[in-house]
Nanobody, 121 residues
Framework: QVQLVESGGGSVQSGGSLRLSCAAS???????MGWFRRFPGMAREEGIG????????TYTDSMEGRFTISRDNSKNLLLLVMIDLKPEDTAMYYC???????????????WGQGTQVTVSS
């Protein structure tokens, strides 16, 4: 089973940008991968977007524009670029992976341990 390790989180001021990375322990070609976040005190994650093995990404409606997901299959890497960050973006950010097409996404994916993003006003 693939293992995922997120990095790149940290503290940033409102309006700033961050790039998060998710390194996989094995080749990611053939995996649907996604970014999610969990707000403080919340039990469930909010989806940011999913990206298929061919690089086609889909986003939760409110995410498109400030969040960009990409992947580098040659480096087994998933990326999330976030711009114009706001205090309400403060959350733990997770990547996840599931074998197959993103149209078959379900919560029984493999998850990373997360990286914290804190945005101050």
């Amino acid at each position: 089973q693939v293992q995922l390790v997120e990095s790149g989180g940290g503290s940033v001021q409102s309006g700033g940008s961050l790039r998060l990375s998710c390194a996989a322990s094995e080749p990611i070609f053939g995996l649907c991968m996604g970014w999610f976040r969990r707000f403080p005190g919340m039990a469930r994650e909010e989806g940011i977007g999913l990206i298929d093995s061919d690089g086609s990404a889909t986003y939760t409606d409110s995410m498109e524009g400030r969040f960009t997901i990409s992947r580098d299959n040659s480096k087994n890497l998933l990326l999330l670029v976030m711009i114009d960050l706001k205090p309400e973006d403060t959350a733990m950010y997770y990547c996840a992976a599931l074998r197959g097409a993103c149209s078959y996404w379900n919560p029984r994916a493999t998850w990373g341990q997360g990286t914290q993003v804190t945005v101050s006003s």
